[in-house]
């Protein structure tokens, strides 16, 4: 079991920064891979960006691309996800995920979520 608690969201205006942070607890993350969605107002969740647990590779959706940064630091057991370039259309709930597998951008293949943090951009 795996219990992830997210932080580090909150109000900015377009074109700025936020860095948002992930700890998990009940198991090392080296044993995950780790990952970031998100859910705006009346929309699905949709993929963000994951950091893969075997080769570390990374990826993201395009939408975020050049813009957003994930990294893990495994002996903190923490995820982050470093935001930058913020637009009004990334206003939405992050949430921190955690999967025992690749870290397939379908969420619904991950195992572990974590309750999320609300980034709102001003335009």
């Known amino acids: 079991q795996v219990q992830l608690v997210e932080s580090g969201g909150g109000l900015v205006q377009a074109g700025g920064s936020l860095r948002l942070s992930c700890v998990t607890s009940g198991r090392n993350i080296s044993d995950y891979s780790m990952g970031w969605f998100r859910q705006a107002p009346g929309k699905d969740r949709e993929f963000v960006a994951v950091?893969?647990?075997?080769?570390?590779?990374?990826i993201y959706a395009d939408s975020v691309k050049g813009r957003f940064t994930i990294s893990r630091d495994n002996a903190k057991n923490t995820v982050y996800l470093q935001m930058t370039g913020l637009k009004p259309e990334d206003t939405a709930i992050y949430y921190c995920?955690?999967?025992?597998?690749?870290?397939?951008?379908?969420?619904?293949?991950?195992?572990?979520w974590g309750q999320g943090t609300q980034v709102t951009v001003s335009s």
């Open positions: 950091a893969r647990r075997r080769d570390g590779t990374t």
């Open positions: 995920a955690a999967d025992y597998g690749i870290g397939r951008t379908t969420g619904a293949l991950w195992n572990y």
